[in-house]
């Protein structure tokens, strides 16, 4: 059974994805140093939040399945080629996405009650 949530939610668990992100970035940065990887131990995370994000753009966001897809190719291509972990800019790719999806709808004007539109409440 799907679940769907008010626009309100959808904004609180897209903003909770974009801070669990950034947390993984700067731990990364903090256990494995100048490093371009995400430390081993973000990767489970990582792929949670990720998966998160592509689901609620994709069933949740109005018009979002572009960006749902945005996201899948990001976190597909984003991976180093010898190690096989994923990046930091390919973190990095994927907030700019998120805040770049954020600023359109928040620049779309908003109609009021429509359900799942992600315009309709403040990111």
């Known amino acids: ?11 609180m668990l897209i903003e909770r ?14 256990q494995g140093g100048p490093g371009r990887n995400i430390a081993r ?9 990720v998966v998160t994000l592509i689901r609620l753009y ?4 109005e018009g979002g399945a572009p960006v749902a897809t945005r996201i899948a190719r990001a976190y ?14 390919c973190v990095r790719t994927i907030q700019s996405l998120v805040r770049e999806e954020r600023a359109a709808h928040a620049a779309a004007p908003a109609s009021p009650g429509a359900p ?4 309709s409440a403040p990111l």
């Not at 059974?1 to 309100?8: E, S």
């Open 1 to 11: 059974m799907r679940i769907t949530f008010t626009p309100g939610q959808v904004a």
């Open 17 to 30: 994805a974009e801070r669990q992100l950034e947390q993984i970035v700067t731990d990364s940065v903090r």
């Open 41 to 49: 131990s973000a990767h489970h995370a990582l792929h949670e939040t």
């Open 58 to 61: 994709r069933e949740q966001v």
């Open 76 to 89: 597909a291509k984003g991976t180093d080629a010898q190690s096989g972990c994923p990046t930091i800019a």
């Open 116 to 119: 799942g539109r992600l315009s």
